[in-house]
């Protein structure tokens, strides 16, 4: 009887084994009728269970399945990245075009006669015209809000209801 | 979606997407129910256990380790457990399918089409002797011949999914090879008849 240890042939039958392995498991079967008649065996049954071909299940399996998965979760199938790209160049587009009005405001300003006053004002010489021209354009931006807070009070809380019904 | 990975569909199906479980399920229905066919021997409790794994993929696909990675391991390990649950709920005498009762196979279909009564009744009958041998091992042993035989996993799988060591795992292949020999051997059926043409 040989001593060969059997899950060497399962090595070899199935090939999970390295090519090295199975050359060498592959010699002793050669000159070894007992492995060889195992081998034999492995293949006659395999061969033989492979007559049980695959079914299909129910065609309304899947409808089966659904109906089994709770409604809440099932929720937008689109995978959505963490970090979105349009959000990102809007505000750099938004920067870069805020700089460039703040750009042209201090350049006009300093063309007025009247810098050669103020320029000499100590705040002036503190924030420099370029600083000055941005406190202005923030100013103005506070006051275009606020005289527009009014109008767009009323417009949202005439529409505060629609939305609700909606 | 169905070009996509199955690790990528189980990322979407952790967020929750239909569409990629769909896919999952199209690309591994086949497989899955006959696993499970195969070892209740039932189509009946296999249709309620192939929706019963689907479901819990569904509920479970955020435990699924992506870095780990095994998907195939893990939906039999999955398919694994809710059969031998089932199993172990009912006493089951593997009372495995009767001639009549083999549905048709999608082989059938495309090869028998044209073939006559007498050879689809051959090609039941030969379905219903290897369902009877395999019914009559261990529920331990038919595990590892189905996953080996009919889902072609490798012993380092099956071992991934079962979580019984390689060894262990082809000792008992070897075990059932030798009963299955028994049980599919002419002489055992009794009578002139071949159990298996």
């Known amino acids: ?166 | 979606m169905e070009k996509r990975t199955d690790k990528e569909l189980m990322k979407l199906i952790a967020n929750k997407n239909t569409h990629a479980l769909k896919a999952l399920y199209r690309r591994y229905e086949i497989q899955i129910f006959n696993f499970i066919l195969r070892n209740t021997g039932s189509r009946e409790i296999a249709q309620e256990l192939i929706q019963e794994t689907f479901t819990r993929i569904w509920f479970a696909a955020h435990t699924f380790d992506q870095k780990r990675g095994n998907f195939k391991g893990w939906i039999y390990t999955i398919a694994l457990n809710i059969t031998r649950n089932e199993m172990s709920k009912k006493e089951y005498s593997y009372h495995f399918l009767d001639v009549d009762e083999i549905p048709e196979s999608r082989h059938q279909d495309e090869d028998l089409k044209n073939e006559s009564p007498d050879t689809i009744l051959e090609q039941k009958e030969r379905s219903h002797v290897i369902a009877n041998a395999l019914g009559k091992l261990k529920p331990y042993l038919r595990e590892v011949i189905i996953l080996k035989n009919y889902q072609q996993m490798k012993f380092r799988e099956i071992a991934e999914a079962t979580n019984i060591p390689e060894g262990t795992l082809k000792a008992r292949y070897h075990r059932a090879i030798a009963l299955l020999k028994k049980y599919l051997d002419p002489k055992e059926c009794g009578g002139n008849n071949p159990c298996v043409t």
């Open chain 1, 1 to 166: 009887m040989c001593d060969m240890n059997k899950n060497h042939l399962l090595l070899l039958y199935f090939h999970e084994g390295t090519d090295r392995e199975e050359q060498k498991i592959q010699n002793h079967v050669n000159q070894c009728t007992d492995c060889q008649d195992y081998l034999l065996l492995l293949d006659q049954t395999n061969q033989t269970l492979y007559k049980w071909p695959d079914h299909r299940p129910h065609p309304n399996t899947w409808d089966l399945i659904m109906a089994k998965l709770p409604e809440k979760q099932m929720k937008p199938a689109v995978a959505k990245p963490i970090i979105s790209i349009t959000p990102i160049l809007m505000i750099l587009f938004s920067i870069v075009a805020i700089l460039g009005v703040i750009f042209l405001v201090h350049d006009k300003m300093t063309l007025l006669p009247i810098w050669e006053t103020i320029k000499e004002w100590v705040p002036v010489q503190f924030f420099g015209s370029f600083g000055v021209a941005a406190i202005l354009f923030f100013l103005f931006g506070i006051l275009v809000s606020l005289s527009l807070a009014p109008a767009l009070i009323l417009d949202f809380q005439s529409k505060k209801y629609k939305y609700h019904y909606n």
